[in-house]
């Protein structure tokens, strides 16, 4: 069974930054790939970047230039670096993992104020 554990949300000012971290367990992590989502308030959850294990990589057109997604296979971690945060970025964040199944974390919260 895996399991993703989302870290690194929180309450940033418009135009600052977060680097958020879903570590996975289990065995598979090099050969899945690894994506982030999003759900605003009141929004159905959209993709925000992924990453497969061949690293490359894939961004909603919302954040490209803005977010980096990157991968650490000895650690079982993905990363989103998150620049230039925008109030609209406001949303829980949520790691996701493919390979067999879909695998999601619990969210992390991230709040971007004007």
């Known amino acids: 069974q895996v399991q993703l554990v989302e870290s690194g949300g929180g309450l940033v000012q418009a135009g600052g930054s977060l680097r958020l971290s879903c570590a996975a367990s289990?065995?598979?992590?090099?050969?899945?790939?690894m994506g982030w989502y999003r759900q605003g308030p009141g929004k159905q959850r959209e993709l925000v970047a992924t990453?497969?294990?061949?690293?490359?990589?894939n961004y909603a057109d919302s954040v490209k230039g803005r977010f980096t997604i990157s991968r650490d296979n000895a650690k079982n971690t993905v990363y989103l670096q998150m620049n230039s945060l925008k109030p609209e970025d406001t949303a829980v964040y949520y790691c996701?993992?493919?390979?067999?199944?879909?695998?999601w974390g619990q969210g992390t919260q991230v709040t971007v104020s004007s």
């Open positions: 990453i497969t294990s061949g690293r490359s990589t």
């Open positions: 289990g065995s598979i992590f090099s050969a899945a790939t």
């Open positions: 996701n993992q493919w390979y067999d199944r879909n695998y």
